[in-house]
């Protein structure tokens, strides 16, 4: 296997990567959860939901710089549960690096 790929499983299970979430216990982490507004813009769901806070993942050959519609995603989410169905206690986003 790739030494990247190696260390992106390692990273993974990190409390600096996704590793808190996966030590959730059952019902405080929910994947493609979707909101009132969700059907009205094409069905648009999140990455998912941990602890009562959205978190996206975004894959990019440059992770150290998010642009714009990196932001606007989640919180169009957000927008999309105005009266607050879905409750966050904040949002994250989860960076990952790919290869070109």
């Known amino acids: 296997m790739r030494p990247q790929i190696v260390h992106q499983v390692q990273l993974a299970g990190t409390e600096q990567g996704l590793g808190w979430a996966a030590r959730l216990p059952a019902g405080q982490c929910f994947c493609a959860p979707t909101f009132c507004g969700s059907s009205d813009v094409g069905g648009a769901d999140a990455d998912f939901i941990a602890a009562g806070n959205l978190i996206d993942c975004k894959a990019t050959i440059c992770p150290e710089r998010i642009g714009a519609d990196g932001i606007h995603q989640p919180a ?20 990952r690096r790919r290869s070109s």
């Open 76 to 95: 169009g989410y957000l927008l999309l549960d105005p009266r607050a169905h879905v409750p966050l206690g904040g949002t994250g986003l989860e960076k």
